[in-house]
């Protein structure tokens, strides 16, 4: 459903899209999730193939319809997403990552489903750090001139924050949302500031996810060589 009017100005570009929310497994019936949506993701990958790009959607767990025109990587964990991501990345233009990447994962697997036992306490979860696959990519470009975009949802000093989030992973764009009611996970309207490596803020209104992510790429393909 390519949009009609859009600007075919991603035409020959490769993109890359992570969405969703990775879910590290405790036992065969249980995980660590988290509450993304995976819709601003996907309206990424909607609006970068209305605008003329091949489009690579690395999807952890979102329960949304597959976008037309769109190569869909189904992804479960991290660690997952982290392969596909930088497979997919080897030769794209720009790499998105609004994936929630789950930043821990428990250290074992157990392939029985845990039981709980009379008179006992649980056993405690113990966790280790997932790869940072924004940090990887940013630090490492897989291709020359490779834009790298990531999200952060922050509360209280958002700017700053987002500001040393960005100088920390070393992407080119930040998109910082506000994290309260009614905004960003599981809606359908999301608002953004967004923070260039080169000093540049664009706030994004309250609005659909399709404006920010109309945005998003008007501010990527700015910055491609
Ligand atoms: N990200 C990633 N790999 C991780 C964690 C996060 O690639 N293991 C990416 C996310 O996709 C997002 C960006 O990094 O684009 C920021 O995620 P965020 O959770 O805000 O950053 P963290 O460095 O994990 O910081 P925090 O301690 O605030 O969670
Ligand atoms: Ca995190």
């Known amino acids: 459903d390519v949009a009609v009017g859009a600007a075919p100005d991603l035409a020959g570009r490769h993109v890359v899209v992570s969405a969703g929310g990775t879910r590290e497994p405790l036992d065969p019936v249980r995980f660590l999730g988290n509450r993304s949506s995976g819709k601003q993701g996907y309206a990424l990958a909607r609006s970068a193939a209305a605008r003329g790009a091949r489009v690579t959607l690395v999807a952890a767990n979102a329960a949304l319809p597959d976008p037309a025109g769109v190569d869909i990587v189904p992804v479960g964990t991290a660690v997952q997403l982290r392969e596909a991501v930088l497979k997919a990345a080897a030769d794209a233009d720009a790499v998105v990552m609004a994936a929630a990447v789950a930043d821990f994962r428990p250290e074992t697997y157990a392939t029985g489903k845990i ?42 000093d958002v700017l700053a924050n987002g500001r040393a989030k960005l100088a920390r992973k070393g992407c080119d764009l930040l998109v910082v949302n506000e994290v309260g009611e009614r905004k960003t996970f599981g809606s359908e309207q999301n608002e953004a500031i967004v923070l260039g490596a080169d000093g540049s803020e664009t706030p994004v209104p309250y609005g659909p996810k399709e404006d920010l992510a109309d945005t998003i790429w008007d501010l990527v393909i700015q910055r491609l060589p």
């Open 115 to 156: 039981k709980k036992k009379d008179g006992e306490d649980p056993a405690p979860i113990v966790l280790v750090r997932n790869p940072d696959i924004l940090a990887e990519i940013a630090g490492d470009r897989p291709r020359t001139g490779q834009i790298v975009v990531g999200f952060a949802a922050e509360t209280d």
